[in-house]
Each structure stands twice: as C-alpha cells, then as structure tokens.
C-alpha cells in the first residue's frame, strides 16, 4: 500500500509528539521513583536501620552457674555435677522415626518417654534441638556417641544438675532446688528473664531458696543473628555472666551426721549453738529424708511414704515445730522474778504436790510434793508449785516480757522455710486471738510452760545460749557469701543482773550434776566439758481428775502420739559455755530419760570435735555407750566421719 | 511502507550490520544485567549458585538471541509479527489448559527444554501486533471507533487469558503497553479520557463488589490492595511483604551497608529476595547511591530507545521500539513502586536485574527488535 509523503510526514509528527509526551512521562515517573527512593533510604534512613536491627538480633541468656554450699569446714553440702540427656535436631535426622527406633535399639527408652519424645520433635522448628531422654549414665553417652554415624542428628549433651551429696542429714537446712513452676514465678513481682529458661532451677525449701538471690547468679547474654524463622546465623556478641556465690553455713557437717544418725528411729529435733558467735553448729531434724529423690521431679512411690508418716520427715521440727517448752521455761518465770526482786534466791516455797488456785487444783508432778524448796531446789527436781507461787506474785505480762528478751516467742531470722515465732501469750493475745479474758489458771500454767506457751527447738537453744552468756545471742547460718564473712549480729549484753544469772547457771548444774538433779544420770564427768541444762516434759493431753485419783498413766502405756513431748536444753563446759543445746523427742516420755542423754551425747561429740573419749562418761555407762558409738559409726555415710571431701 | 519503498541500498548489509547496532543501548543492557549477577551472588551468600550462574548463561544465551534477532530484517519480523501474535495467544490458552501450577497460578509451560512463560512472550508479540497494525492502518481511520475496537480486542483477549491464571501484575503490564501503544499511534485523547472516567467506574465496582457474589478479584487480589493501603494494619501477615521491603531499603541509607553486608535479604526477611525483591538487597547494600544508579541506568535505556524511535522514519520500526520501551518501563515502574510501598504487590520482577529465565530471554528478543529497527532504519 502507498501513501503520499505529507501523510507520512503528518503521522511521524504526531509520533514524535506523543513519545516525546509519553517519554517525558516517564521520566516524571522515574523521577517520582527517585524521590521515593530519596525519602526512604536518606531521610528515613535511621528508622529504618533501628528495625532492622530489631528485625535480625535475638537476645539469648546464658544461665548462670548456681552457687554451691558448703559447711563450716569447707565440706561441700550442694554441688552442681554434669549431667547427661539425649538431644535430637530433626533436620540433621532425616528419617526421625528410623533414627528413633535405631536409637531405642541402643539405650533404654521407656515407651512414654519414647511417644512423647516423637510428638515434640515433630512439632518443633527443624533447628532445634529436642531432649529425647533425661539424666542418662555415662555409659548411655558413650553407647550413643560410638554409633553416632547410624544416629545423625542425635547428639549427648551435658548440662549442670544439683546434687546434695550429704544427702538426707542437710535437707532440713540446705533445702533442695527444683524446676521453676509457675507458683514460683507468680510469686515474684519481676522474675528475672533467666528462670524462663527450659529447665532452669530455682531453690525450693530452706537454704536453696532462701538465699536464691545470692546462689542464682545472673544471666549472660549473647547476642545473636537470627533470620526470618529464628535459626542462629551466627553469634555477634557475648557477654558472660555471673555465677551464683557460693555459700558456707556455720553447720558442721561431721556433727550434723552425727547428730542425724544419733537421732533416727525418732521423731526428734536437736540444735546445737556456738555461745560466743550465735552460730548453729548442728540444726537437726528427724526423721529427715534425700532432698536428691526431688531433683528433676519425684515419684508417688518416694513421695507417699514421706507425706503419711506420723513422724513427718518433711516438717522441719527445729525452726518450723512449736512445742509447750514445759520444765525448760522455769528459767524465764524465776529470771522474771529475780529480776523484779520479788523472791531472793534463798526465799523458800512449800510444795505440798498441789496449789490451789482459784477453786482449781494445779498438781506438781511429784504427787507427794517437795516439801520447802528454795530456787537451786526447785530447778534441780523441777518442782512445779515454786513457779506456781511465783508466777502469781510476777504476773503473766512479765514473764512473756522475760521470755522475748531470751529470744522466746521471736521470730529468728535464718536462712530457713517456714521459721516459726512460737508463741509467748500475754492477756492481750488472749483477748484477741481467743477471744476470752485471761484468767489466774492460764498464769498458772504458763510458769512451767504448758498452756498457750509455744516455742521452737531453736528458740529454746537460743534462751539457753542467752542464760549461759548473759549476751543477746542470735543465730547465724550462713557464715560467708563468695569467702566474705558474714556480719554476726547480737552479742550485746543483756542487761540482766549477773549474780541472778549464776544464780540459774548454777541451779542448772545442779540439774545435771546434782545426785538428786533430774538428768543427773545424763552427765558428763570429763573436767572441763561439765554441762549444766534442764530437763522438760511436755503434757499434750489433759489429765483428767479420775486419772489423776487412779494415777497418771505411764508414757509407755499410752499410744504414741498421746506421750508427753521429751525437752532438754543445756550448755557446756559450765564454767565456760561454748555450745547451748535443745534437745526435743517428740512424744518422747520424760525429758531426764528420752532428751537428756541424746543431749549430752550430741554435745560431747560437738565439745570433742568428733568422737567423745569413753572417759567423759560415768563409768557405769560407758559399756553401753561404746555399744552405742559402734553402732552409730556404721549408721553414718562414710564421707560424713572422715571430711574426704573437704575443699 | 513496504519494504520495497526502502532506499535498500544505504542499509548496512553482511557483518557491517554489526557495525551499525546501537552498541550504547547494548551496553547499557549489559551493565543492566551485571548489577543482576551481583545482587544474585550476593543474595546466595557469595556464591554462584543457585542464581547468579544459570542467569549469566541465560544472558548469553540472550545475547546471542539479541543478535540474532537484531541481523534480521525489521520488515521480516513485521510480517511475521501477526503470527507471533498468534502463537503467543494459543500458548496462553494452552498454559491455561494444561499449564504447569506454581505458586498458586497456572503460569507456566513445560515444552520439555524449557520453561516457557507465554505470557512474557505475549507482552512482545501484543506489543509487535499492534505495532504492525497501525503501520498498515492509514493515519486517518486511526481514531475511528470501529478501528479502534479491532486493537482493543487484541489487547483485552491475551489480558482477560493472563487475568485468568491468575497474573494481576502481568495482565496490567499488558493492558498499559497495549494501551500505551494506541495513544503514541494517534488515537484520540477522548478514547483515553472515556477510558480513564470507566477506569475510575471499574475500580468502584471492584470494590463494591467485595463480599457479593458477583466479586470480582480474587480474595488475594483484594488483601493485596488492603496490605497496599495499609501495610502497618498486618505486619507480620499480609502486609510482611512491605514493611519487611521497607526496612531494608531504609536500613541501606545514602551509601548502604556495602556489597554481601544486607542484612535483611540475607536473613530471609524478605520474600522471593531473588526475584520480585532484588531491589531491595541492591537498595539495602549499595544504599540510595546504587540504587539510584540503577534507576539512571534504566533512565538511559528508554532515553535511547525514544530517541532512535523519534529517528526512525519507519513507522512500525518507531511504534515497536517505543512499545518495547514503554513495557520495559512498565516493568521497573512497577516493581521498584512495588518494594517502595507505592503499589500493591503484584508480583512483577525487576527487568533485567531478577532471577528468570523467560523474562531474559524475551527482553533481550525484544532488545534484538528494537537493534534491528535501527540497523534497518531508512536511511
């Protein structure tokens, strides 16, 4: 087809204008394009860069070495020691149920671990790795990492696990630790981001969690690249943390063993406190039981037997028991009359077996009565109707008052679960928690520490360690934090008359050393390890008017749970107290024959620094006690006579 | 004009074609496809594989046909241009009886070699057609409505097929190079602002639409214009794709984060990093310097390709090389306003510069063209 020239001309014209327009067009565009380009990578550059920094870098914590625990000597008490689990990263598995099934081949796994193993791989990212078995031996490890070739992707790994290797003597004061549950996180108003870390373990009980600030330590983090699905590229920076610090306790544990194996086959407390310094060299409660059966979780099979037993080896008896101090709290009502000068130590009282007070009969417990006695008398055979009589002259106000100053119904602060205050009753207390008035009966009862009077074996250990010294002794568990030693607090005098103070001292060596004293058969003969204490026994039942006419039922007879609680305190040498000590048996019987030679027992061991020379003993005894030593030397762990482990 | 009408004497014959390619234009091209290699190294974590290798071959492959094609005579491929069209348009219904699904559509055919896309080889043959077209059309029936229907029906029936795989972006690109090529061959401005008023009618109606049982847009066509117009309302769902491209571009800053550093191609933030978001990594590593460059580069391309059209006396020759450019911007328009957040994400990869063999291939066909009309040009 032809077409004339002008046409031609015409057409191309009208091209070259609409390109040009188009192009121009474009290149508005691009210049649009360029603008954007501007406005997103020059003015809104640093936004950006800020999200893309967020975007990639993921903050990961590295958990810290828990702290370890140590006893007076350096003998470790709660270690952490490597632990081995089974790892899987499914993507390096391949085939993850071919891999498994070879793998169950070569280990033991439980069909339940197995299962659920299976579920949790296939449902994490193919990155990660997943444990597939828990706290395997060595020898497992060795099994699976000498058919690594036929296991891809399954790897040993080695993590840190607590490890008590005393065993069941600290359970009562290092505690345990245990998986982080929600309860505890929960309880804590900002936890620390580390405790959300898989497997992570937090203290549970005593120690362990009460010094958990100072045992956790702190996260390290590393800083690491991440991309869109969360997989490590890799690391860009580290910072480590810090361990825990570690922990030495007052306790000595060669003493604690002892003291642990001298009490089995009872339900009893003992303490034992360093006079000079308020430390507590032995805090012992039975029975006790493995804090190890709790790590990384207990069995009904463990965990029943220790919830039903009637001598409940889960309470601690020595901070967390109260009992009626009984016999043991004459001190505090006759140190509240001396020191109100009400009585001289002279001053003698008529004890006819009862007191009449109110149109009530308050019975002694020796129904014939001691006939006059004076202070030193009425301790030594622990003649009721003395405090009677000086009770109603002190008034109940005073001696609660007495009793608080020799750290009675106070609550200690230690390092322990569950630290009770006791109780030391006044008529307000009564008024508000009872709800009634006091009356003259309850004064009555309290002077020989029955009625509403409550104390913990530690408190009594700690009245003892006052009288003894006359100083305002406190308790301390934890020695040193990381190797600084802790501050001792206390030990200000107590402002009481000295001659008042001798005056109990010495009617407490009559206690012991007296032929007519009510321990006398517990004493010790040794020169310069004498002790001087108090026999308790302490009612948990009344004794009704027609058993009282037929005579009082023996302990023996009655069923266990309804005896008397047995108590001793005491401290030694005399002259020079170095350790006070309680001794409570629960449901015991009498505290001159179930407490006091478990008191003296404890107390020569902690005197001697080991085992007690057969000669501090009263010759009659001491076939039976070398008997007795024989036996307790099998009872206890190996380690806990010869310190092997002493760091 | 036919081909007899040439002065067929002054045309460069033999090898001394060679001579008279428009070498700038090729150079460009070249230096184009070199930021791709780079970006396709780097987006692999510095290495050849899987990307950057196979698109160096096929650049080659590309360069070879861009020769060949440019060796032709444009009056050859004039009249073959129809039966292009034609091809093109059967593979389109082929695709969409017996194509291969990807990624949710049906894109693809598999002739056994190779992966043929036809709708990339469709946006040159559209373009060639129409070309043609008004080369044969007398100037002055070019704004009569019945010989402005015929084109329209050449535009609207490979679109509607492209539409139908479902490609939103590529059935776009089709109807404005389509669309483009009409307004430089003369139509009427009343045509283009009768079409533009329904346009404005058409997108009311898309909306409105919405949740009727006349919809007409995919579910994921509509959340795609939703993540459009607010990206920041999904972050890590629908609109992930933006923002993600935004922080990376914006991470770059003026000079960026240097060549391998990007973080956030690297790292897997960003989807489909070898293909529709190469710019980002571009844009993220080398900053607003390279990307800007990359912009000018192409600027460059189409200045080149209207000025050897403006040249050219050759009607089809000119209309053909303007509508190549035209799809050619088409192209980096939409996808660099794609990863900038000023478009939907339609998936439209960046010329030259994004991992695919078909889109090469045809651009460089295309590129052959566009060198054949200007060696060819009367003289």
Known sequence: MRRNRAENEASHAKLTRRAALLGGAQLLFMGGLAARMRYLQVDQADQFRLLAEENRINIRLIPPTRGEIFDRNGVRLAENVPSYRIVMVREDAGDVDEVMARLSQIIEIDLETFE???????????????????????????????????????????????????????????????????????????????????????????????????????????????????????????????????????????????????????????????????????????????????????????????????????????????????????????????????????????????????????????RAGHGWVDLGDSLKESCD?????????????????????????????????????????????????????????????????????????????????RLATGRDVTPRLIKSVDGIEQPLAGGSPLNMNENNLRKMRNAMYDVVNDRRGTAYRSRIIADGMRMAGKTGTSQVRNITAAERARGVTKNADLPWERRDHALFVGFAPYDKPRYAVSVLVEHGGGGSTAAAPI????????????????????????????????????????????????? | MSYLEYTVKSVPTGFRKILHLNWPLALLLASVCGVGFLMLYSVAGGSFTPWAEPQMKRFALGLAVMFFVAMVPIWLWRNLSGLGYAVSLLLLVAVALVGDARKGSQRWLDLGFVDLQPSELMKITLVMFLAAYYDWLPAKKVSRPLWVLLPVVIIMAPTALVLEQPDLGTSILLLAAGGGLMFLAGVHWAYFA??????????????????????????????????????AADPLGAGYHITQSKIALGSGGWTGRGFMQGTQSRLNFLPEKHTDFIFTTLAEEFGFVGAFSLLGLYALIIIFCVVTAIRNKDRFSSLLTLGIALNFFLFFAVNMSMVMGMAPVVGVPLPLVSYGGSAMLVLMLAFGLVQSAHVHRPR
């Not at chain 1, 956790?216 to 800083?223: E, L, N, P, V, W």
């Open chain 1, 116 to 366: 659920r193993a299976l579920v949790e791989i296939k449902r994490s990212a193919p990155f990660l790795p997943v444990t597939i078995i828990d706290d395997v031996s060595w020898d497992e490890v060795s099994k699976v990492s000498v058919n690594a070739p036929a296991l891809p992707g399954v790897t040993p790994e080695v993590g840190l696990t607590r490890v008590y290797p005393r065993g069941s003597d600290f359970a009562h004061v290092v505690g345990r630790v245990g998986r982080v549950s929600q309860k505890d996180l929960d309880a804590l108003e900002n936890p620390d981001q580390v405790l959300r870390i898989p497997r992570f373990q937090i203290g549970k009980l005593n120690v362990e969690a009460r010094a958990e600030d100072l045992l956790r330590g702190t996260a390290g983090t590393k800083q690491v690249e991440v991309n869109a699905t969360g997989r490590v590229m890799r690391e860009l920076d580290r910072r480590e943390g810090q361990s825990g610090a570690d922990l030495q306790l007052t306790v000595d544990s060669k003493l604690q063993g002892y003291v642990q194996a001298r009490l089995s086959g009872e339900s009893a407390a003992v303490v034992i406190v360093d006079c000079d310094t308020g430390d507590l060299a032995a805090i012992a409660s039975a029975p006790s039981y493995d804090p190890n059966l709790f790590i990384g979780g207990i069995s009904s099979a463990d965990y029943d037997p220790l919830l039903e037993s009637k001598y409940r080896p889960l309470v601690n008896k020595t901070v967390q028991g109260a009992y009626p101090p009984g016999s043991t709290f004459k001190m505090i009502t006759a140190m509240a009359a001396l020191e109100e000068g009400l009585i001289g130590p002279d001053d003698t009282v008529y004890c006819p077996g009862h007191l009449e007070v109110a149109d009530r009969k308050f019975h002694c417990w020796k």
């Open chain 1, 385 to 465: 109707v003395y405090y009677y009589d000086l009770a109603l002259k002190v008034g109940i106000e005073k001696i609660s008052a007495m009793a608080n100053r020799f750290g009675l119904g106070i609550r200690h602060e230690l390092a322990l679960s569950s630290v009770n205050s006791g109780l030391m009753a006044t008529k307000e207390w009564k008024r508000n928690a009872r709800g009634s008035d006091w009356v003259i009966g309850d004064t009555v009862n309290s002077s020989i520490g029955q009625g509403f009077m409550l104390a913990s074996p530690l408190q009594l250990a700690v009245m003892t360690a």
């Open chain 1, 599 to 647: 008191a003296r027992d404890v107390m020569l061991q902690a005197l001697a620094g080991g085992e007690p020379p057969l000669e501090a003993y009263p010759t009659a005894d001491r076939a039976r006690i070398k008997v007795q030593q024989e036996q307790l030397r099998d009872v206890q762990p190996q380690a806990a006579i010869d310190g092997k482990d002493q760091a």
């Open chain 2, 194 to 231: 009768a079409v533009g008023a329904s346009g404005i009618g058409l997108i009311t109606a898309v909306f409105a639409s919405r949740g009727t049982g006349w919809q007409l847009l995919n579910d994921y066509q509509y959340r795609r214009i939703d993540t459009f117009l607010d990206p």
